[in-house]
């Protein structure tokens, strides 16, 4: 399995961004994934999900302002960040699920994935 993120850079508050995961080595489309952030001396915070029957969650700081979406041809998943503040400031991995398509429930918590990328950061400055 090999994830690999892209996309984050210096924004200014108020702007938006993309990033991108870009999957392997293993069958994308049958499995859910998940973006989280990290910043220094803290924990890894859930921020989205998506399914593996393209059901998206949020985290509630985010709701309304970022959109998860996968692309399964490419094998990517896409986190679009509007509306951006400083507390968005972090680095994002993006991670699969343990579980797969026929599970019968939606894996949503961090512990439910295993595999993680190695991360991209987004600072949101003026």
């Known amino acids: 399995v090999q994830l690999v993120e892209s996309g984050g850079e210096l924004v200014q508050p108020g702007g938006s961004l993309t990033l991108s995961c870009a999957a392997s080595?293993?069958?994308?489309?049958?499995?859910?994934m998940m973006w989280v952030r990290q910043v220094p001396g803290k924990g890894r915070e859930w921020v989205a999900m998506?399914?593996?029957?393209?059901?998206?969650y949020y985290t509630e700081a985010v709701k309304g302002r970022f959109t998860i979406y996968r692309d399964n041809t490419r094998n990517t998943v896409h986190l679009r960040m509007n509306s951006l503040t400083s507390d968005d400031s972090g680095v994002y991995f993006c991670?699969?699920?343990?579980?797969?398509?026929?599970?019968?429930?939606?894996?949503?918590?961090?512990?439910?994935?295993?595999?993680w990328g190695q991360g991209t950061q987004v600072t949101v400055s003026s």
């Open positions: 991670g699969k699920s343990q579980k797969s398509r026929g599970s019968r429930t939606i894996p949503r918590t961090i512990g439910e994935y295993d595999d």
């Open positions: 080595g293993f069958s994308f489309a049958n499995f859910a």
């Open positions: 998506i399914s593996w029957n393209d059901i998206d």
